[in-house]
């Protein structure tokens, strides 16, 4: 073929012979350069500055005084500790009691009403119970609390999940929960 190569698609003359379209490479230069750094006269101010806050965050955190009592989340909790988980649980059982057995008539919008309180009064209850149980509630007291303050919550999700009342599960559930709440009322009583 003489001169001719094949390129791709297209045969042409000579390769050194083809106009590029693309543009030339750039040449990479073997003498060093001097790179200058523009440093801005408040990069050491911010450095000191969060060293500083640095140092605060760690004296704040070391200078805390230790709480003597405080719920699951870590908020400090006030006052003797079996008074407070009692007290809580004896609200939270008139709550459920309450709203669960609460006639505002048979419109399905007021059954529904009442059932939607209910849960409410299961879920936000369990969850104030379990929020006042801390590190120096009594451990019967505390064991008791916890499994009502579940059973509630666990009652609840179900029921909104439309898990009805008569089901196996939830129905032992309802029964751990009666049973739980009579040993809570006879710590509490002792």
Same mark, same amino acid.
């Given at each position: ?15 050194? $012979?083809? $106009?590029?379209?693309?543009?030339? $490479? ?6 060093? /350069? ?29 200078? =805390? ?28 059982? =008139? ?16 059954? $529904?009403?009442?059932?939607? #309180? ?39 999700? #179900? ?10 599960? /939830? ?14 009322? /006879?710590?509490?009583?002792?």
């Amino acid at each position: 073929m003489g001169g001719w190569r094949c390129l791709y698609h297209r045969v042409v003359a000579d390769p050194r $012979e083809v $106009e590029s379209d693309s543009t030339p $490479e750039p040449h990479v230069s073997r003498v060093p /350069q001097k790179v200058t750094r523009n440093s801005s006269p408040l990069t050491p101010i911010a450095l000191l500055v969060a060293l500083i806050a640095v140092g605060l965050a760690v004296w704040a955190l070391l200078s =805390m005084p230790e709480q003597q009592s405080a719920s699951a989340t870590g908020a400090p909790l006030q006052g003797d500790a079996k008074e407070r988980v009692c007290s809580a649980a004896h609200t939270v059982a =008139m709550a459920v009691q309450r709203q669960t057995n609460a006639n505002i008539g048979p419109e399905p919008a007021a059954v $529904e009403a009442v059932a939607a #309180n209910a849960r409410l009064a299961m879920l936000g209850g369990g969850d104030y119970l379990l929020s006042q149980i801390s590190s120096d509630t009594p451990q019967d007291l505390a064991d008791a609390a916890r499994a009502f303050g579940t059973t509630l919550q666990q009652i609840g999700a #179900n029921a909104l999940a439309g898990v009805p009342n008569d089901e196996d599960l /939830q129905a032992g559930r309802i029964r751990d929960a009666e049973a739980t709440r009579n040993k809570l009322s /006879q710590l509490c009583s002792s």
